[in-house]
């Protein structure tokens, strides 16, 4: 798909969202921070929105196309759009809401596929009430199944979970996944959360003033993010690729070597695949700096290092320090006065074993 | 009182009403919807009646479809009568002198439903056609009420535009408001009375009914739990 769009967005001018990817069945990520055009993306998608120029085809079926003049009515481009505030109908009932994108079907397979679809969403025992008579998870599911019920040949989902809790959140999750798994359709999803990412993604598009900036694994973008704000959003600066060294099932914790270093960190015990690599994500701001050897600490890593550079960040003084492998920690400017740091002293890293996040 | 006048009168604002939400549905909800540039001289126009003085307008009317204009010709070659003193005449008037009663509540009500819902309804693969009946119209209903409700109640007692239009023929254009004009001219003190203070009582009952009907849950937009 490809579509250049100018998009008059408030006093800041304009953002020109120009992005050119094809997706196949399952999900696909849209990353990224607000007002990186994803949600345009969707809306051009589902026809909401006409991109200036440009191309779009699901499944083989042209819905876009600037030089053919071809656009697609939305209603009629067959594409489930999952809103980001759900747009339930309040004036009707779950049952309604399920049933209203099937209308062009008789009364018996109308009843049949809502019935089906309530059942496997969970959701059955609520169909003769108001969405405003429903949980927030609840609210949810309807609204999922609704855009599932009439079968859409793609599916997008415009940050859906933002409002729910975490246990709510993955057991829908793993519901849509049930569903893709016997539909398979594209997937585009919308999010800034990274464990959604974690729990979803095979594939990451990474988009930032209207440009993909990345188009990875959610691993391979969040471990070498070639943008800051891309970490930022992660939430981790220090992102390691580690093998597991040693499991301590009694301690509920493991040990695991950064990458081709002799550095090892204890970390929560987590059920990983051996074979595979284990991405370990710290926060800048969880590491303690010592600049003597620290004692009886509760803190497991102790990691010995020397300070390879120290910058400025408005209140924040970022450190590059390296003990065999690099990580940064932040620290304020009153900490390094009176630890009297400075570039090529020699430091102790103290990390907490729960600072320590196993990201896959 | 006089029962013709008063039956006249109700006869006009039923039709009126009925026939201001023929037009104040999709004005209504063409400007809830518009983004089209010039739609605020729309809207000023719609609004004019509400500051004009029922002379002007019903003068500009009476001239409009009086035998000399295009449009009463027009008419008269039509139906082979005229429109101007009649009870048809009447309705044209009152028509355009309610029409923002009609049109800025259901308007308002109209762009009160969120986006996002006729959006949805889209991808759902309805037609905008569809999405008016099933999801703007019934989310909406408390503003078209409201329309429907004021139009009837200001049609009930106008009197400039109907004197200038239809004059004060009894049985024909002869409303309440301008029998008791009469009454009052004939210092008939005690008949006007009688007609005024009916008016007054069902003017206020339509609309402390109308406002008591909104400040339910039930008829607020939103209200749908």
Redesign the interface.
Known sequence: MRKVLGNPTGNDGRLTVEAQFSVSNGFTILFGPSGAGKTTILDCVAGLRKPDSGHIAVDGTVLFDSEQRVSIPTRHRNVGYLFQTLALFPHMTVRQNIEYGLAQRDESERQARSSEIAESFGIAALLDRRPGRISGGERQRVALARALVTRPKALLLDEPMSALDRSTKSKILDDLRKWNESRAVPILYVTHEREEMYALGDRVLVLEAGKIVADATPHLVLSRPQRESVAQLAGFENIFDCSLVAAHPDQGTMTCRIGQSEVTLEVPLTRVATEKPIWVGVRAGDILLASSPPHDLSARNVIAGTIRSLRRQDVTIIAEVDCGASFTVHLTPSARQSLNLETGKPVWLVIKTYSCHILQ | MSLEALLLTLRLAVLVSLILMAIGLPLGYWLASSRWRWKFMVEAIVALPIVLPPTVLGYYVLVAIGPLSPVGRWYHKLTGSSLAFTFRGLVVGSVLYSLPFAVQPIAAAFSSV?R??L?????????PW?TFW??VF??GLPGVLTGFVLSLAHTLGEFGVVLMIGGNIPGATQTISIWIYDQVQALNYGAANRMAALLLVVCSVILTVLYGLRRTRKWGV?G??
Do not use: E, F, Y
Not at chain 2, 119 to 127: C, D, E, R, V, Y
């Open positions: 969120d996002n819902l959006n949805a309804s889209a991808t759902l693969g309805a037609s569809r099933q999801i019934p989310l939103w749908w739990q």
